[in-house]
């Protein structure tokens, strides 16, 4: 297990962009931060669960969803135990709760199959 605490959400317009980290701590005992790979979900207003963005446990191997692809990059640090969400060209619907997740597997963050997740950081978007 891994804990995880976002930070950087806020109050922007349109077309903004913002910068979310996930910093892990508290690793399982012989765990690292190396061992997960890392995904970014947000929960919206209506209560739904979207992916984001998924990252491998080295970097080499990204997804995105198709609604942010090509707006938002996802990264991530092993020496930080860190992982990023750049999010540029912001829209009023990208409004809701970012959470950062660890996964053992790659596979299972992409199919939202997680074992750990932060409490998350909100991202208010306005028009």
Request: charged letters at 20%; aromatic letters at 10%.
């Amino acid at each position: 297990q891994v804990q995880l605490a976002e930070s950087g959400g806020g109050l922007v317009q349109a077309g903004d962009s913002l910068r979310l980290s996930c910093e892990a701590f508290g690793h399982t005992r012989g765990r690292t931060f190396s061992n997960y790979a890392m995904g970014w979900f947000r929960q919206t207003p209506e209560n739904e669960r979207e992916f984001l963005a998924a990252i491998n446990w080295n970097g080499d191997t990204t997804i995105y969803a198709d609604s942010v692809k090509g707006r938002f990059t996802i990264s991530r640090d092993n020496a930080k135990n860190t992982t990023d969400l750049q999010m540029n060209a912001l829209k009023p619907e990208d409004t809701a709760l970012y959470y950062c997740a660890a996964a053992n597997l790659y596979r299972d963050v992409v199919g939202g199959i997680f074992s750990d997740r932060g409490q998350g950081t909100r991202v208010t978007v306005s028009s």
